[in-house]
């Protein structure tokens, strides 16, 4: 959900980078957060309680317990802040979480399989797909919503051209056709030969 980026002031206040809207970010309602450490062989990840946090321009900033000075706050810095599944709130119908979108399938009009959403971010004006290409596609041969009930009745390889390690599609509607979390598939207005 978000990032510390540094201490916040003498208190032990966290000043966090939140991955998404900052003005919108469930972490407002969770009252429970999980500290994770970056890498592997770091300290454990742990458990905490929210005694009070807040948008603050483009950052968020938040008070968490047993951190009551601006050192216990700089020994979190780089660490990641998680929040249970649970804690997000129900989502307008097509508005999605951008983790969900992350490990999703994704074909072009085409029916060929493109690559596999490996990060979502924003840049400003839309957020992007970040996707990394398959290496041989598979292109089916029904409509996608054959494909959505299971009901595809051949499959053909594609060759796509792997050169990139990952290639970048905005998500928004002019090229976003269809998103199917159960099925963890996208479909896209996207030629092969784009990436």
Not at 14 to 41: E, H, M, N
Not at 81 to 101: K, N, Q
Not at 158 to 183: C, G, M, Q, W
Request: aromatic residues 8%; contains cysteine.
């Amino acid at each position: 959900m978000a990032r510390i980026l540094d201490a916040w002031g003498l208190g032990g206040w966290l000043k966090l980078d939140v991955f998404g809207d900052t003005q919108r970010s469930v972490l407002s309602k969770a009252k429970r957060w999980r500290i994770r450490p970056t890498q592997a062989g770091q300290a454990i990840a742990r458990e905490v309680s929210v005694m009070a946090s807040r948008a603050h321009g483009a950052s968020w900033v938040a008070q968490i317990e047993a951190i009551v000075d601006r050192d216990q706050a700089l020994a979190l810095k780089g660490r990641h802040i998680e929040i249970r599944r649970s804690d997000f709130p129900r989502l307008p119908r097509g508005e999605y979480y951008w983790v969900d979108l992350i490990g999703c399938s994704v074909f072009n009009r085409d029916h060929v399989r493109l690559g596999t959403v490996l990060a979502m971010d924003d840049h400003g004006a839309h957020p992007i797909m970040q996707i990394k290409p398959s290496l041989a596609a598979t292109h089916d041969e029904g409509s996608a919503d054959d494909l959505a009930r299971g009901d595809a009745s051949e499959k053909a390889t594609l060759s796509i051209p792997s050169e990139k390690a990952t290639f970048y599609i905005p998500f928004v509607k002019h090229f976003v056709d269809r998103v199917n979390i159960e099925a963890k598939r996208i479909d896209v207005d996207w030629h092969a030969d784009w990436l």
